[in-house]
């Protein structure tokens, strides 16, 4: 069994930084690409940013220069550091990691998510 659970979720006002955790754990192997995505009242769930187990990133134009993806192999973490925060930043964000587990089976898994709230 393999979970992923996030944290660092909250409000903030605009302008202003947070920095969102996930974890996995369980019979984790190996964990390849790991990525972050939201989902705005009303809309679809987009990609925020991935990283490759080598550490290349992708982002959404979005949120480029303003957010940063970054992972801890060896805590089998990945994170996303958000500053300048705008109110269209307001989503549930959850992560989303592709794992090798133990017995040589690899699946997609998904965190629970974590509401970002952007207001005055």
């Known amino acids: 069994q393999v979970q992923l659970v996030e944290s660092g979720g909250g409000l903030v006002q605009p302008g202003g930084s947070l920095r969102l955790s996930c974890a996995a754990s369980?019979?984790?192997?190996?964990?390849?690409?790991m990525a972050w995505y939201r989902q705005a009242p009303g809309k679809e769930r987009d990609l925020v940013a991935s990283?490759?187990?080598?550490?290349?990133?992708n982002y959404a134009n979005s949120v480029k220069g303003r957010f940063t993806i970054s992972r801890d192999n060896a805590k089998n973490t990945v994170y996303l550091q958000m500053n300048s925060l705008k109110p269209e930043d307001t989503a549930v964000y959850s992560c989303?990691?592709?794992?090798?587990?133990?017995?040589?089976?690899?699946?997609?898994?998904w965190g629970q998510g974590t509401q970002v709230t952007v207001s005055s």
């Open positions: 989303n990691a592709e794992i090798l587990r133990r017995d040589w089976r690899q699946y997609a898994y």
């Open positions: 990283i490759t187990s080598n550490g290349n990133t």
């Open positions: 369980g019979s984790v192997f190996r964990i390849n690409a």
